[in-house]
């Protein structure tokens, strides 16, 4: 057998001891129903459910029809009152060193019953929005837990996106309060945010309208002259910490909306994703349980993600939390103060389930694998990678130097809008292969189909689909049921499918291997950056007459970011300078994050005779790849001008 088809059959150990076993297979498909009710019943229902799924809106659905819960109460009351209350539920770890803090779930409890009653104070109500713009600390899931505890939808905004990017979202959702710190610790040094909120919801005329509060849990405390908004800021100190730790939690419908993530989509403006109550919670509370093979009171979970994208939410939030479980949060970069942070992390507190991007694991590759062997990290068990599809070269180096060859890896696929993770190895049940995700969980559904709907053969690449609706489906997107039915079923009317926007194919065995996006969506370490919102900011620049955005192969990213502009007439082409600009204009229109890798100042871009841009021919021009079929293009010697000046 060669090193490229090696499987990897799970030990004997897992076999043994796994939560999942194979037989669920079979069971979820002979009646997906009761499947997901029986998941379903793993959460505490004020009033149960009278039907599982109501499918007759489709594509809108509804589960557990009937029912009624409080999210809040099953990821921390209910683990309290059966005893547990002393176990530790999150071990948080700040950037700067010794900057430390367990909390139990008693702890938890008060802390969260306190932001419950203080939200409660100042009036909100359920199916209020409240916007989250926080880097990693207690406080951030404090807030998450005491929103759902009251039924107020949050929205949680990376705390490195942009003013402009936090505004656009505050007034989307119509937030009512937004809650952050005065800053950040990034590298080691303290960096503003709560001057970012400040700028985003402006003053007098140009003041945000829906806001009524910003709550600031201090964090750095580095600024003594923070500007304060009189009747409008609050410390969270002041106000939160001097509530009583007792709240009596109501139950909400298990369709109540729990929150809105924005990602981006194939158009500028980023969409609202609705998550419910019910669902989302049964999915990630399922998915942690049998993916991640958690036991309770031995397990230690890490997972690497940020609140503000989708994984944060259901694997450093709800599927943790959900299952009683003991998690790290650490709030820092994986390289502060060195390269050897999240070994030491993992020694520490003895980590059994590390899941990151591949990205990460790339970059450690980079590092060197003396780091991570300077390290005991014989507590891991189980690894898993999340975001995009794992090249089988950093699998391997993942299995071999950070799971020391015995820890299984579960490649998980899944998406903001699917709410949970949906294809993946079972631990214990699944031989995997590198780079594979290998097939749908238990209750889950997909396909991989052409442009006409039919399924593809072993080895064609095609659409992935999903087949079936589940309970972690989003509801929606915020405001527009109509973008919600285009964007994805629209694709798939007639068969009724949930279209994913990633390409996939099965191999000989039937293994599922996901692709990477087929629409114009790029996944730069992981982090998904449409390229017309790039595209938006470059033209915002006074510079820019037009702009074409690709994501090209990146050997650590995964894809990076390549613009190429056209000057607007008579503007003179300074270089590097004018590019620093047009860079920052995209740091400043969206985040850091979204800067382009590369910007090509070019005298044309090339165009179809309809006037679209051939973004596939830009692509091989910055993966510096032999031109595709230039045929359809106005004038095909616009590629001459692009590589003279790449050159
Ligand atoms: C990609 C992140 C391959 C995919 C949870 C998807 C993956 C997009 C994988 C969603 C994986 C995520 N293998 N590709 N294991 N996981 N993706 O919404 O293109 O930030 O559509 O959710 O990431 O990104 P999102």
Redo the contacts with the bound molecule.
Sequence with gaps: MTEASKVYPPSDEFVAGANATAEMYARADANPDEFWAEQARRLDWATPFTQTLDWSGAPFAKWFVGGELNVSVNCVDRHVAAGKGDRVAIHWVGEPIDDTRDITYSQLKDEVSRAANYLSSIGLQAGDRVAIYMPMVPEAIISMLACARLGLTHSVVFAGFSAAALRSRVDDAEAKVVITTDGQFRRGEPAPLKAAVDEALGTGDDAAPSIEKVIVVRRTNHDPDLNWVEGRDVWWEDTVDEQSPVHEAEAFDAEHPLFLLY?SGTTGKPKGIVHSSGGYLTQASYTFHNVFDHKEGRDVFWCGADIG???GHSYLVYGPLSNGATEVIYEGTPNSPNEHRHFQIIEKYGVTTYYIAPTLIRTFMKWGREIPDAHDLSSLRLLG??????NPEAWRWYNDVIGGGRCPIV???????TGGIM??PLPGVTATKPGS?MRPLPGISATIVDDNANPVGDGEQGYLVLDRPWPGMLRGIWGDPERFKETYWSRFEDQGWYF???GARYDEDGALW?L??VDD?M?VS???ISTSEVESALVAHPAVAEAAVIGAADETTGQGIVAFVILMGGIENTGDALIAEMRQQVAVDISPIAKPREINIVPELPKTRSGKIMRRLLKDVAEGRELGDTSTLVDPSVFEAIRAKRA
């Design positions: 990602t994208w989708v994984t990678s999340v975001g995009e599809p794992i490649d998980t696929w899944w998406q903001t809008e294809i993946s995700a994913a926007g990633d996901v990477g996006r969506v996944n992981g982090h998904r």
